[in-house]
C-alpha cells in the first residue's frame, strides 16, 4: 500500500516536472541559464569578459573556422594547467600566481569563449550569452 502511494506521488510529481519544462520556451531556458552563471563569478570579473570576449570575436570574425579550432586547442593548455586560473576562481590564490599569470589566464579564457561564440547555439558563461551568427 505505502509502495503504491510512493509510485503514485513520485509519477505525479515526475508529471508536472514534465509539464513545466514543456512549456518553458527556448528563449526562457536561454535567460535561465544566463541567470545560473552569472552566480559563478564576481561582477567585475564578469564586466571585465563582457567587454574583452566581444573584442576577440570582432578579431575572429574572418578568421577560417579552422583557425578557430587550432586556436582553442592551444586555450585548453594554458587555461587547464595556468596557474592564474585558479587565481581567477580564487582570490586567495592570487598572491600565488607568477607575474602575468591572471592576464594571460583572463586572455586566453576570453579567447577561448570567443571562439566558441562561433559554435551554433552560441556560449552562456558568466552572466553572458555570445553567439555569433553567420
Given at each position: 500500500m505505502t509502495e503504491?502511494?510512493?509510485?503514485?506521488?513520485?509519477?505525479?510529481e515526475r508529471a508536472e516536472r514534465e509539464a513545466k519544462w514543456a512549456a518553458t520556451t527556448p528563449e526562457q531556458l536561454l535567460r535561465m541559464r544566463?541567470?545560473?552563471s552569472a552566480k559563478e563569478f564576481d561582477p567585475i570579473s564578469?564586466?571585465?569578459?563582457?567587454?574583452?570576449?566581444?573584442?576577440?570575436?570582432?578579431?575572429?570574425r574572418f578568421?577560417?573556422?579552422?583557425?578557430?579550432?587550432r586556436k582553442g586547442h592551444e586555450l585548453v593548455e594554458v587555461i587547464?594547467?595556468?596557474q592564474?586560473?585558479?587565481?581567477?576562481c580564487d582570490p586567495e590564490a592570487r598572491g600565488t600566481a607568477r607575474q602575468g599569470g591572471l592576464a594571460n589566464a583572463f586572455n586566453a579564457l576570453a579567447q577561448g569563449l570567443?571562439?566558441?561564440?562561433?559554435?551554433?547555439?552560441?556560449i552562456v558563461f558568466a552572466g553572458h550569452h555570445w553567439e555569433v551568427k553567420s
Open positions: 503504491a502511494r510512493i509510485a503514485e506521488r513520485f509519477a505525479r544566463i541567470e545560473e564578469r564586466a571585465f569578459l563582457g567587454l574583452a570576449v566581444p573584442m576577440w570575436i570582432d578579431q575572429m578568421w577560417s573556422a579552422e583557425r578557430r579550432v587547464a594547467y595556468d592564474g586560473v585558479a587565481a581567477l570567443a571562439c566558441l561564440a562561433f559554435c551554433p547555439g552560441g
